[in-house]
């Protein structure tokens, strides 16, 4: 199966800082990579699929990028509705793995 | 706006058969290519897939609980169940359904049950 890892496991920040996530996979992925958001209690919801493309919704600060192995999640300008949970999943095989997620709280 | 709600016993006993139907309201469980997932979530850790299937009865099992799982669809009642044998401790998690647009890089899970709590003990 394919492993995911992400890092940091938790990062601190204020309102208005620019954060960025890196989630990598045991072997290359291609495009096949989500990066959710989950708040405490709630389901996670899907935030950027195929790498970079944005679902339906969510706010522009939030970005993605990466290929093969590497990917990056970039927050913009931090919002106070941002301090969460968030993983990462791949897709590209018949079997989906996610990471163990990054917690961003307030520093 | 499609929804998803998942229900089912909230406790069960080690060694027995846990069971989750998860409803789709909203939408149809037949349309298109979508499939339709269980994710679940031990309580403080990371989300693990168990599997999916599409209406047309495709099945797709994470393969550390392969010999565990059985998901099945129900179109006339518009839902799809979760069948997890011989229930240990570990499997107390909450249990999210979700839907995913199809196979072969679709994999995103774009629409997401409440999750429903379910303790394994005696």
């Known amino acids: 199966d394919i492993q995911m890892t992400q890092s940091p496991s938790t990062l601190s920040a204020s309102v208005g800082d620019s954060v960025t996530i890196t989630c990598r996979a045991s072997?290359?992925?291609?495009?096949?990579l989500a990066w959710y958001q989950q708040k405490p209690g709630k389901a996670p919801k899907l935030l950027i699929y195929?790498?970079?493309s944005l679902e339906s919704g969510v706010p522009s600060r939030f970005s993605g990028s990466g290929s093969g192995t590497e990917f990056t999640l970039t927050i913009s300008s931090l919002q106070p509705d941002d301090f969460a949970t968030y993983y990462c999943q791949q897709y590209n095989s018949d079997v989906f793995t996610f990471g163990p997620g990054t917690k961003v709280d307030i520093k | 706006q499609l929804q998803l709600q998942e229900s089912g016993p909230g406790l069960v006993k080690p060694s027995e058969t846990l069971s989750l139907t998860c409803t789709v309201s909203?939408?149809?469980?037949?349309?298109?290519?979508?499939?339709w997932g269980w994710i679940r979530q031990p309580p403080g850790k990371a989300l693990e897939w168990i599997g999916s299937i599409h209406f047309l009865g495709n099945t797709y099992y994470n393969p550390s609980l392969n010999s565990r799982v059985t998901i099945s669809v129900d179109m006339s009642k518009n839902h799809f169940s979760l069948r997890l044998t011989s229930v240990t401790a570990a499997d107390t998690a909450v249990y999210f359904c979700?839907?995913?647009?199809?196979?072969?890089?679709?994999?995103?899970?774009?629409?997401w049950g409440l999750g429903t709590l379910v303790t394994v003990s005696s």
């Open positions: 909203g939408g149809s469980i037949t349309s298109s290519s979508y499939y």
């Open positions: 979700a839907k995913h647009p199809g196979l072969h890089g679709h994999g995103n899970f774009d629409s």
């Open positions: 072997q290359d992925i291609s495009t096949s």
């Open positions: 195929k790498v970079f």
